[in-house]
């Protein structure tokens, strides 16, 4: 299995607070990506990193922001969540940037604003 | 304005029979398609892929099939165990563009014992 953790695996917080959710991987790999699962939607891409402080956004960007100081590290943030975020959080890793090159996901954190 | 359908949100098969998954795309430039395992409190794991050049690709049980002018994909496994109890997301992309994934909804498969 592919290197990768996600903190927190769940949390609860309330509408407006700020929430950092956390992806690391031991892989050295190049490329992160922050996905959202919902239902009836599969999962979308937020944002994703092509190198230290290298980010874009994906299909569904709004209300986040992300962060990538390391090469293992890559930050999700909520800057004031909503209920709308309630979702099950997943960051994966990829060491080509291309579609031939599966990605591999982390566990997941499920996320609940109240 | 959903790229990927899977139109099917769940499927039971007996073990041992056919399970057929299927998957549609309304974007033509996408060139690769993949298919993607998840269970239950895990993240999704890669299963199979096929480039839009080819029209079928085989592992083991899994085979995909790509029909390009109907803009629709399958995946079949055979024969289906009840391991195979998962849920299944098709996925598409343009191959260029950093690898960024367009998921499908997901179809839950049941292989009943």
């Known amino acids: 299995d592919a290197g990768i953790t996600q903190s927190p695996r769940h949390k609860v917080t309330e509408t407006g607070t700020p929430v950092t959710l956390r992806c690391h991987q031991t892989?050295?790999?190049?490329?992160m990506y922050w996905y959202r699962q919902d239902p009836g939607h599969g999962l979308r891409l937020i944002h994703y990193?092509?190198?230290?402080?290298?980010?874009d956004k994906g299909e569904v960007s709004d209300g986040y922001s992300v962060s990538r100081s390391k090469t293992e590290d890559f930050l999700l943030t909520l800057e004031s969540a909503t209920s709308s975020q309630t979702s099950v959080y997943f960051c994966a890793i990829s060491d080509i940037a291309h579609s031939y090159n599966e990605q591999f996901f982390g566990p997941g954190t499920r996320l609940t604003v109240l | 304005d959903q790229q990927v359908k899977q139109n099917s949100p769940s499927l039971s098969v007996q073990e041992g029979r056919i399970s057929i998954l299927n998957c549609d795309y309304t974007?033509?430039?996408?060139?690769?398609f993949l298919w993607y395992k998840k269970y239950p409190a895990e993240g999704p794991t890669f299963l199979i892929s096929i480039s839009s050049i080819k029209d079928k690709n085989e592992d083991g049980r899994f085979t995909v099939f790509l029909n390009k002018s109907a803009k629709h994909l399958s995946l079949h496994i055979v024969p289906s165990q009840p391991g195979d109890s998962a849920v299944y997301f098709c996925a598409a992309s343009v191959g260029n563009q950093g690898g960024k994934l367009i998921f499908g909804q997901g179809t839950e498969l049941s292989v009943k014992p």
């Open positions: 892989e050295n790999h190049r490329y």
């Open positions: 990193s092509y190198g230290v402080k290298d980010t």
């Open positions: 974007n033509s430039m996408f060139d690769y």
